[in-house]
């Protein structure tokens, strides 16, 4: 079982960075694959970044290329996304998620293939 917490949302202008957090429970989480997720009102939940447990080379969705970082740290069991150049269009309620199996470019976006969820953070940003 991996129980997984985000933090670090807020409200920061356009052009403005956050750093979200997510940490984790669970002795094994350096074993899990990490995944970023966001929901803004009225539009389906959809995949941001993920990160394999091997730390190997991260996934990102094309609108966040070149503005958004996912980092891990295992001894800490925390996940990080920094998130650089906002844009309003970025407004969402942030979830990080959790699974043990192995991620592919097209895996990594459907929801049903994570199988631990946080309770997401809140990030707004304002023009």
């Known amino acids: 079982q991996v129980q997984l917490v985000e933090s670090g949302g807020g409200l920061v202008q356009a052009g403005g960075s956050l750093r979200l957090s997510c940490a984790a429970s669970g002795r094994t989480f350096s074993t899990y694959s990490v995944g970023w997720f966001r929901q803004a009102p009225g539009k389906e939940r959809e995949a941001v970044t993920s990160i394999s447990w091997s730390n190997g080379s991260p996934y990102y969705q094309d609108s966040v290329k070149g503005r958004f970082i996912v980092s891990r740290d295992n001894a800490k069991n925390t996940v990080s996304l920094q998130m650089n150049s906002l844009k309003p269009e970025d407004t969402a309620v942030y979830y990080c998620?959790?699974?043990?199996?192995?991620?592919?470019?097209?895996?990594?976006?459907?929801?049903?293939?994570?199988?631990?969820w946080g309770q997401g953070t809140q990030v707004t940003v304002s023009s």
């Open positions: 998620a959790a699974t043990a199996r192995a991620l592919s470019s097209s895996s990594y976006k459907a929801r049903d293939y994570w199988n631990y």
